[in-house]
T-cell receptor, first 117, second 115 residues
Framework: AQTVTQSQPEMSVQEAETVTLSCTYD???????LFWYKQPPSRQMILVIR??????QNATENRFSVNFQKAAKSFSLKISDSQLGDTAMYFC??????????????FGTGTRLKVLA | DAGITQSPRHKVTETGTPVTLRCHQT?????MYWYRQDPGHGLRLIHY???????DKGEVSDGYSVSRSKTEDFLLTLESATSSQTSVYFC??????????????FGPGTRLTVL
């Protein structure tokens, strides 16, 4: 069974600094997708970044980038130049194929990030 | 932002009462999902739909039923609410089943408290 592990329940970072959130996963599949979602206090789930497992190049979206290590099954999120608005819960997710031909996510338990002024 | 709304946004109910949560989308996406979010568990899939009248169970479906009579609406029903169903419920939608394009977009969530 696929699992997703986020080993850091809480983290903090000074504004303008860089922080890295860890995520490891377990799967026997060769082709899959990984995601980071952000959940601010509003509770809205917001897609931050996605990574395709067959691509060796790490995905980037502005200040957000990932370090994808397929062999190690590791998928960390780096936030550069942290801003107060980055304060949120961050979820790592693995996309799993269902028998109906659609997909569901397997979510980690989340990392609560606080950006300090 | 994807056009997804959930109603109600907050609800308090008593054990044993029926509850229906509604997810409405304006994107005409085929796939819809219901998740619940609990501390220490992340989000877990309850039920999902891959078309009108086509639904299937997720990993935590006991005590829940769903219906989808129109593309835009996906209803989640708790036939007889229990305290263990106190949670935050999220609806999500996705456009296609293509592995290269499928991304799920989430609604704002419904906080349900069962006393």
């Amino acid at each position: 069974a696929q699992t997703v592990t986020q080993s850091q329940p809480e983290m903090s970072v000074q504004e303008a600094e860089t922080v890295t959130l860890s995520c490891t996963y377990d799967t026997s599949e060769n082709n899959y997708y990984l995601f980071w979602y952000k959940q601010p206090p509003s509770r809205q789930m917001i897609l931050v970044i996605r990574q395709e497992a067959y691509k060796q190049q790490n995905a980037t979206e502005n200040r957000f980038s990932v370090n994808f290590q397929k062999a190690a099954k590791s998928f960390s999120l780096k936030i550069s130049d942290s801003q107060l608005g980055d304060t949120a819960m961050y979820f790592c997710a693995f996309m799993k194929l269902l028998t109906s031909g659609t997909y569901k996510y397997i979510f980690g338990t989340g990392t609560r990030l606080k950006v300090l002024a | 932002d994807a056009g997804i709304t959930q109603s109600p946004r907050h609800k308090v109910t008593e054990t044993g009462t029926p509850v229906t949560l509604r997810c409405h989308q304006t994107e005409n996406h085929r796939y819809m999902y219901w998740y619940r979010q609990d501390p220490g568990h992340g989000l877990r899939l309850i039920h999902y739909s891959y078309g009108v009248k086509d639904t299937d169970k997720g990993e935590v479906s006991d005590g829940y039923s769903v219906s989808r009579s129109k593309t835009e609406d996906f209803l989640l029903t708790l036939e007889s609410a229990t305290s263990s169903q106190t949670s935050v419920y999220f609806c999500a939608i996705s456009e296609s089943s293509s592995y290269s394009t499928d991304t799920q977009y989430f609604g704002p969530g419904t906080r349900l408290t069962v006393l």
